[in-house]
Each structure stands twice: as structure tokens, then as C-alpha cells.
């Protein structure tokens, strides 16, 4: 026996959506008494073929079951135009009838195929108009920073809360895990420490996950390089546009500590969950507080950004001074070789030898006396500086961070009206040029405060690592390295001399 298919779609149960059973009451009527089989599909959109009692129709039309498809609509069928084009292949091959009931189509006439072709196209595009409307609701909603789903991070809970007077979520700090967030980033912070050896000591000393899967290197690698955690300031949000990312919020909102939320592009407009690279991403102030001082997320986030584990990662704990030594003769890293020898531990240049291009550092170093060596010029270099009061470090801090930002909206305002040069005339070029010229000077009048300041605050640092040096002796090889970390930029070595670069 051959049968009229009945078919009826709905996506979503609303109250102004004509029900499945509606629509497939509409189509019995057009059968006048023929057979009939009926075919519905709850829940599932339009914008593709993949559904159940779809698929089951189309198998009954190979099958030879049907010569006529009845639908209340043509969007009910298909929203696509290429789905509608090969499931109208499929009909014509099986010489099977297309009825819309309310549409009145006859597909066996040339004017009533280009009329229902030309339905197809407004149906896809009345599909295509609401996803962007609703891309577009959800990306304005992202940039006023809304919670837009999903779980929350490491650390976080949801709670509500409203903003602009409509309610959403926010997240808030959960204790418990926070600290053990706060604990990992400060293990990574240390350059001596890889993401194998956090793992290491989380499980070592028993610190366990408190949600979900344990921890791996992926999780551990995703915390560090997420937003979410950060306490930003200026310094975060000059990274964060150096890497590309498009940042809704201004400059001077950048002094709360408040945190980010990571999105893609408006074309993909969903919070990361990958953080690997910020070209291209969306970046809005949250409005939760991040747990994570600015300069540990930085320093953690760059080493992410590298991608590899750092040569003195590994060898630190073979001297202080692994990683800051290179060799004069072609810029190496210089290495430290242990031999059964009366001194124990030599510097090699890592490009020395049958496997490298380098013919050494030009003699034997100790790693002992080079140890003593560079002890003694770090004494020598702390000795031509004086503390600073405390007060001078309060009023320090706060007036730098001012002026990052003011040097951040200044070059913002210069790019802008040099973009403006293009088409201007006589007058606006002067104003343009007068005002450049106001601008550059404020440029450089903060920047020689900042310098100064920043001298200032240096001295003081440079008192607290002088109280390091004075009991050197007692200091782990983690401290030292901090301290040289902090004083030395590159030593290079060649010929028995040694260059000495201070950050100081």
C-alpha cells in the first residue's frame, strides 16, 4: 500500500508555537481519506536533517511506502538550502509529491518549484536573522560582564547577584580551593619549579583535588593561564593588549583588582577554555575580585606563553647561577658539568664538544670560585645603594600605577587622532599636531617620574635583598637564585673575564 506522509516539527514547547499535533491536523485534512502515516519531531530545530522521525520518512520514501509528503509549513520541513535541495532530489527521484497545507504548493508545476525555492531561501534566512540576534543579545551581555554559563573555576563558586538591576551570577571564592590555587601559583612563579614537579608536590604532601578529576600537568597548565585568578592592574592590562587580546573595558578601570572573563571572537562569542594564546579574544573586567596578585599571575603566564620548561628548571639546584651565564664566544647557555675531581663542579659552555660549534668559554671555570667571584660583585654592587623609608614605598607604588595608566590612555589618544591625519584639512592638521604635541609632552614628564620612582623603589627592594646577602651563607639555593634573579640580567664568560649585566 502507498501512503501520504504526515509530517510536524517543533523545536520548542512555546506558548504562541503551534503544537505538532496542530500541524499534523492541518495536514490530515489535505489527505481527503487517503492512508496515511505520520511522522513528528519534538524538540529538534530546523537548521539540519538530523532527526529521528525525519530520517525514518525519508527511509520509508526509498522504501517506495510514499507518494505524497504533507507538512503545516515549509519551515516545519527544512530551514536549509541545501537540505531542501537534496531532500527535493530524493522526492523527485521517487516521483513523490511536496504539499505545504498552508502554503499551497504544487511541486509538479516549473512556477510552483521556483515558488517554493524562493520560500526556502526566506526560511533560511529568517533562521540565520534570529541566531544572529541572539549572538548578538549574548555578546552584549558578555561585555557588561554577565555570567554566561558553564561551571565555575578552580577556586569559585556561582552566587547571584544583579548588575545594571538584572540578575545573573558572579563567582565567588571558595577557601578551600582558592588556597590551593594560590599555592600552585606561587610553586610555578619560582622558575626552578616545572609543572611536573607541582604535580609532584601536591602529591606528596597529600594535597588532593577537592572537585572533579585529580590533578594533571593540562589542569595544572589551564589554571595558570587563566584570567579568572588575576588581580589586574595596568601591567596586566598592558600584557593582555601586547598578545593581541581586544579589551572591552578603558584603562582606568584597571585599579580594582577586579579579574577577567576570557571570550572568543563575536563570531564565537563563548568564555575559553583554552588559554594558550589572547589574539583575537575578548577580554572583560568581571565583577569578582581576582585571588592572584598581578605580578605572580604575570610572571607565571609568561612562562606559559614560552611554552617550554626553562633550562635552569631543571639544573638550578647545581648552582645559583644556572640560567644567568652565557658564554662570551657565541651566547650559549653555560652549563654546570659535575666530575670526580678535587673541585666537583666546572661551567661548560652547552654548545661545547663533539655535538656543538663552540670551542668554550676559553678556560677552565670553577663553579666554587666563580660562586665566591660573583658573591663578592654582588656585595660590591649593594654597597652604592641606600634604603629607602617606608613611606616613601607607600607613596611610590600608588603614584607609578597612576602614571602607567595616564601613559596608557595618552598613547590610546595619540593612535587616534593619527588615524585622523588621512583625511584632514589645514585647521584640523594644526589642531591635530598641537595636540600631539601637548600629549608627547605629558608622555615624557610621566616617564621621567616613573623612572624615578621606580629607582626609588628599587633602593628599597635593594635594602631588603641586603639583608639577604648578609647572611648569605644560611640562604638555600632557591633564596640565592631569587637574589640573583633580582640584581643580575646576564653574566657573559670568555677568556677568564667576566660581563657583568645588572638590572640595577
Known amino acids: 500500500m502507498i501512503y501520504d506522509a504526515l509530517y510536524g516539527r517543533q523545536s520548542i514547547e512555546k506558548k504562541d508555537s503551534i503544537s505538532v499535533e496542530s500541524q499534523l491536523e492541518y495536514c490530515r485534512y489535505e489527505t481527503h481519506g487517503n492512508p496515511y502515516i505520520e511522522y513528528a519531531d519534538r524538540g529538534f530545530s530546523g537548521k539540519d536533517t538530523n532527526r529521528p522521525d525525519?530520517?525514518?520518512m525519508m527511509n520509508d520514501?526509498?522504501?517506495?511506502?510514499?507518494?505524497?509528503?504533507?507538512?503545516?509549513k515549509l519551515d516545519r520541513i527544512s530551514r536549509s538550502i541545501l537540505d531542501f535541495a537534496n531532500m527535493m532530489e530524493t522526492f523527485q527521484k521517487h516521483n513523490v509529491?511536496?504539499?505545504?497545507?498552508?502554503e499551497k504548493f504544487d511541486t509538479s508545476t516549473p512556477i510552483g518549484r521556483a515558488m517554493l525555492n524562493i520560500c526556502i531561501v526566506f526560511a533560511q534566512l529568517e533562521r540565520e536573522t534570529i541566531q544572529k540576534r541572539v549572538t548578538d543579545a549574548y555578546y552584549a551581555r558578555s561585555k557588561r560582564g554577565f555570567f554566561m554559563g558553564g561551571p565555575a573555576p578552580y577556586g569559585y563558586r556561582l552566587k547571584?547577584?544583579?548588575?545594571?538591576?538584572?540578575?545573573?551570577?558572579?563567582?565567588?571564592?571558595?577557601p578551600e580551593e582558592s588556597e590551593q590555587v594560590k599555592l600552585i601559583y606561587s610553586l610555578y612563579a619560582n622558575a626552578q619549579n616545572s609543572l611536573g614537579d607541582?604535580?609532584?608536590?601536591l602529591n606528596e604532601h597529600g594535597i588532593k583535588k577537592l572537585r572533579g578529576a585529580p590533578w594533571s600537568r593540562a589542569k595544572i597548565s589551564d589554571m595558570l593561564r587563566n584570567p579568572v585568578y588575576v588581580q589586574t592592574d595596568i601591567d596586566v592590562y598592558n600584557f593582555l593588549k601586547s598578545q593581541g587580546a581586544e579589551i572591552t573595558n578603558p584603562v582606568s578601570d584597571f585599579t580594582n583588582g577586579n579579574a577577567c572573563y576570557l571570550y572568543k571572537t563575536r563570531d564565537n562569542s563563548y568564555q575559553g577554555r583554552k588559554f594558550n594564546h589572547l589574539e583575537n579574544k575578548e577580554v572583560v573586567l568581571a565583577p569578582h575580585k581576582g585571588i592572584i596578585p598581578s605580578e605572580t599571575w604575570l610572571a607565571c603566564r609568561v612562562r606559559c606563553l614560552n611554552n617550554r620548561q626553562s633550562a635552569q628548571t631543571c639544573k638550578a639546584k647545581n648552582s645559583w647561577l644556572v640560567g644567568k651565564v652565557k658564554c662570551g664566544n657565541c651566547g650559549y647557555a653555560v652549563t654546570v658539568k659535575k666530575a670526580k675531581t678535587k673541585w666537583g663542579r666546572y661551567f661548560?659552555?652547552?654548545q661545547a664538544g663533539s655535538h656543538g660549534n663552540c670551542t668554550g668559554t676559553g678556560s677552565t671555570i670553577y663553579a666554587d670560585v666563580f660562586e665566591a667571584y660573583m658573591e663578592k660583585a654582588i656585595r660590591e654592587k649593594l654597597s652604592e645603594f641606600e634604603k629607602l623609608s617606608d613611606e616613601k614605598e607607600r607613596q611610590a607604588i600608588p603614584k607609578i600605577a597612576k602614571n602607567k595608566i595616564r601613559l596608557t590612555q595618552i598613547e590610546e589618544?595619540?593612535?587616534?587622532l593619527l588615524e585622523k591625519v588621512v583625511n584632514a584639512n589645514p585647521t584640523l592638521m594644526r589642531?591635530?599636531?598641537e595636540k600631539i604635541d601637548d600629549l608627547d609632552k605629558e608622555h615624557n614628564t610621566l616617564q621621567e617620574e616613573i623612572i624615578s620612582l621606580t629607582y626609588q623603589q628599587t633602593e628599597n627592594n635593594l635594602g631588603q635583598i641586603t639583608d639577604h646577602v648578609a647572611k648569605w651563607d644560611t640562604l638555600s639555593t632557591e633564596d640565592k637564585q631569587a637574589v640573583t634573579d633580582t640584581l643580575i640580567k646576564v653574566i657573559k664568560v670568555a677568556d677568564g673575564k667576566a660581563e657583568i649585566t645588572w638590572k640595577i
Not at 520514501?61 to 503545516?72: D, E, L, P, Q, T
Not at 607541582?198 to 608536590?201: E, K
Not at 589618544?413 to 587616534?416: A, D, G, H, Q
Open 431 to 433: 589642531y591635530i599636531n
Open 348 to 350: 661548560v659552555c652547552s
Open 413 to 416: 589618544e595619540i593612535s587616534s
Open 54 to 56: 525525519f530520517e525514518r
Open 198 to 201: 607541582i604535580l609532584r608536590y
Open 61 to 72: 520514501i526509498r522504501a517506495g511506502k510514499i507518494k505524497r509528503v504533507i507538512v503545516y
Open 97 to 102: 509529491e511536496f504539499v505545504s497545507s498552508t
Open 160 to 174: 547571584e547577584t544583579a548588575i545594571d538591576g538584572i540578575r545573573t551570577s558572579m563567582y565567588e571564592e571558595v
